[in-house]
């Protein structure tokens, strides 16, 4: 695959902003009722005690994020505030042991806070700045005061949220306060994302799946694409429009979805609304997870996204997922993994929050390559059998072995994608540098040189020469979730990221999964 065609392509996420609680000294909580009341009065007071290790101390207050009772101990996540003005970097989780005593904190130390929160710097400095920074035409800027933690010093900054002509158009800019120039800078929109009365079950006849059921709803005549046992998750046609959480509701009188072509525009909804189901139970089923927020809210799902946009994007803003309808030699990008790839993103915004930048953003990327990927094994379709390439349905013609836009055995052979972790990798694009986190996980779950899985070659080298025995990757997705959901932090790179994961394999099975993660981490040159 040319590295031309590769540039073209990219799937991506919105993250979660930063929510300030506005305090001053306190260790307050958002959500701190019910069973987990005691859990956050015993991870509070372990701030408290331990504030030199996560740099806590006067001005800051807590926001409680998750909160999660194992077997093994009880862990909470914390976004903080200094002043009132959000902590940016600042989230940290806290572990306990069953009986609440502090055992150890994941997170950046906080230090050098700024004395005053008064800006020294106007509102149109920044926003030129941050205009700059971002490098297209900007239709609209918003600001805000915050605070860009560091582990050396931290400043006062102006956030500013950044729209462009096109939908997925979107960054963050922080500017410093002090010296005028970008901090960091990452998007916000990522890409590669009525009433009803009477729950039905319809035929989605897809153009990737094959014939599948579908859940709809009945009012009077009518039938609407919308699932309410996965939270009344309702897919909406955007008529080819550019702007995000546009649309109506797909709506027929006969209850069949689509005709198998794109000469339906009903097709293209069927396949959004099936793989859309799928991310929800493999989330639910797998990991108890009841929705992209655990809340049984379930997102939007858009599809016929502009004319010919070759992408699909999950946004924040709109809580919403958008599946563009590609061009030239490829379909509508409506199948099984990029809708658990988009929907992933959603579940990283919500969990670790991973930075959209950096090695971080790799990371990102990757865990959405991870768990849409998981998606096509829970839902065992003959018709898209699971398989370790992203988006080769989509091509056209259909070739997986040589049409695909990302693989993980082999990252590299997208003509961009990296195979190994080196000290300039957080520096290239996330859809690149992703290709570690896919390697690692693919070795993990398979492990090292050739073989051959539901009838497709792969050969997975390994950057240190080693041989490498997987462990299957119902555990490996397991690992990965783990260390999503209860070590990894906004700033998570690759080597804390492996180090989460040994961790997250000694927690859930033992030594010898432990031992394969640390084998894998050095297979990809991560040490």
């Known amino acids: 695959m040319s590295k031309s065609r590769v540039r073209a392509a990219s799937l991506a996420v919105g993250l979660t902003s930063v929510v300030g609680l506005i305090g001053a000294a306190t260790v307050s909580a958002q959500g701190s009722t019910g069973s987990n009341g005691a859990t956050i009065t015993a991870a509070k007071a372990a701030v408290s005690s331990h504030a030199a290790r996560f740099g806590f101390g006067p001005g800051q207050s ?17 976004d903080r505030t200094y002043r009132g003005l959000p902590l940016v970097n600042g989230d940290f989780l806290v572990h ?27 509102r149109s400095a920044a926003l030129t700045a941050a205009a700059k920074t971002v490098g297209y035409r900007v239709r609209a800027q918003s600001t805000k005061l915050a605070v860009f933690g560091g582990t050396r010093g931290s400043g006062l900054a102006w956030q500013v949220a950044t729209a462009g002509y096109h939908a997925d158009q979107a960054d963050v800019t922080y500017v410093s306060i002090r010296t005028g120039r970008s901090l960091a800078s990452w998007a916000t929109v990522q890409k590669d994302g009525f009433n009803p009365s009477k729950l039905n079950v319809g035929t989605g006849k897809t153009q990737y799946s094959g014939t599948v059921s579908l859940n709809d709803v009945k009012k009077r005549k009518n039938f609407t694409l919308t699932d309410k046992l996965r939270g009344t998750q309702t897919i909406y046609d955007a008529h080819n429009t550019s702007a995000q959480g546009s649309g ?130 829970y839902a065992n379709n003959v018709n898209d059998v699971a398989d370790y390439m992203i988006g080769e349905e989509f091509y056209i013609p259909y070739d997986p072995e040589n049409n695909f836009l990302r693989r993980m055995d082999h990252p590299s052979l997208d003509g961009g994608s990296k195979d190994c972790w080196y000290s300039g990798v957080g520096g290239v694009d996330v859809h690149y540098s992703s290709g570690v986190g896919n390697h690692l996980f693919y070795l993990l779950a398979e492990g090292s040189g050739a073989k051959t899985i539901n009838g497709l070659a792969y050969n997975s080298p390994t950057c240190d020469g080693s041989t490498i025995t997987g462990i299957g990757h119902l555990k490996a997705a397991a690992i990965w979730y783990q260390a999503l959901t209860h070590h990894w932090v906004s700033t998570t790179n690759y080597h804390t990221a492996c180090t989460g994961l040994v961790t997250s394999a000694s927690e859930l099975y033992g030594s010898a999964e432990a031992n394969a993660v640390t084998a894998a981490c050095k297979a990809v040159s991560i040490t």
């Open 248 to 377: 109506t509701a797909f709506t027929d009188t006969n209850n069949v979805w689509g005709n198998g072509a794109t000469t339906s525009r009903e097709t293209a909804g069927a396949d959004a609304a099936y793989g859309l189901a799928n991310t929800w139970d493999f989330y639910l089923n797998t990991f108890g997870r009841n929705g992209i927020a655990d809340d049984g809210v379930a997102a939007r799902g858009f599809v016929h996204f502009s004319t010919g946009y070759r992408n699909a994007f999950w946004s924040d803003g709109c809580f919403c997922m958008e599946f563009g309808d590609g061009s030239g030699n490829w379909g509508p990008l409506t199948s099984l993994d990029v809708a658990g790839h988009e929907m992933s993103h959603g579940v990283t915004s919500r969990t670790a929050g991973l930075v959209y930048s950096g090695e971080s953003g790799g990371l990102n990327e990757s865990t959405s390559d991870v768990m849409g990927t998981q998606v096509e094994w």
């Open 96 to 122: 306990l042991d069953l009986a609440g005593h502090y055992q150890y904190g994941e997170g950046k130390r906080i230090m050098g806070l700024p004395a005053s929160v008064r800006p020294t710097l106007g």
């Open 62 to 78: 807590l926001i409680v994020k998750a909160a999660y009772h194992d077997s093994y101990g009880l862990t909470v996540r914390f």
